[in-house]
């Protein structure tokens, strides 16, 4: 079966602009991670979607920042007005329930702001 | 705060030798911990996950443990190749309202043919 797919790949933009990153997670997981991870540094949380529950979203670094999950499968994570400080891979994981569940992770796309 | 450590940084090994990637946490109350593997440029691939009830998981060549009265696992990779080159990273999962993964910095493994 297929994995978590992300998209794009690779995205490069204008500081100032606004981008969208999509996710799509394993059929049937119904919990959605997304992550940050900046050049040489560890991952960090971002939001956690579970279900039809509110999402946590206490890891977003600012109101520039947020992420929809439609129908309970495909999310996005949208950037407003980017900054060359948002400039990162932003991972995406699935579970099928949350914890205690196995993430997986997709791929990454790769933000570059110049 | 709940955190994750990772030590070494950086690891460099003969091909064939056998390694130990350590994982220390500062909370206990963990519901499993979860060992990723990094390739350059690449995302994240799940290698073991570990529940709390349990100590110990084996995948072919790796084995990874759990102590969580001391808040520590182990990654232990058998004669190492080449091909395990890649950063290591370990994730303690919480669970609750936030469900989310507390990561280490990793380490970044090299096996010198």
């Known amino acids: 079966g297929a994995g978590v797919s992300q998209s794009p790949s690779n995205k490069v933009t204008e500081k100032g602009k606004d981008v969208e990153l999509r996710c799509d997670p394993i059929?049937?997981?119904?919990?959605l991670y997304w992550y940050r991870q900046s050049l040489g540094q560890g991952l960090e949380f971002l939001i956690y979607?579970?279900?039809?529950?509110?999402?946590?979203k206490s890891g977003l670094p600012s109101d520039r920042f947020s992420a929809e999950r439609t129908g309970g499968s495909v999310s996005t994570l949208t950037i407003q007005r980017t900054q060359q400080e948002d400039s990162a891979v932003y991972l995406c994981?699935?579970?099928?329930?949350?914890?205690?569940?196995?993430?997986?992770f997709g791929q990454g796309t790769r933000l570059t702001v110049v | 705060k709940q955190e994750v450590t990772q030590i070494p940084a950086a690891l460099s090994v003969p091909e064939g030798e056998n390694l130990v990637l350590n994982c220390s946490f500062t909370d206990s109350a963990i519901y499993n911990l979860q060992w990723f593997r990094q390739d350059p440029g690449k995302g994240l691939t799940s290698l073991l996950l570990i529940q709390s009830s349990q100590r110990e998981q084996t995948s072919g060549r790796l084995n990874a443990s759990l102590d969580k009265s001391s808040g520590r696992s182990t990654l232990y990779i058998a004669a190492s190749q080449p091909g395990d080159s890649a950063t290591y990273l370990c994730a303690g999962n919480y669970g609750g309202s936030q469900g989310n993964l507390i990561f280490g910095k990793g380490t970044k493994l090299s096996v010198k043919p």
């Open positions: 059929s049937g997981h119904t919990a």
């Open positions: 979607f579970q279900g039809n529950s509110a999402p946590d």
């Open positions: 994981a699935s579970s099928p329930r949350g914890p205690p569940d196995e993430a997986f």
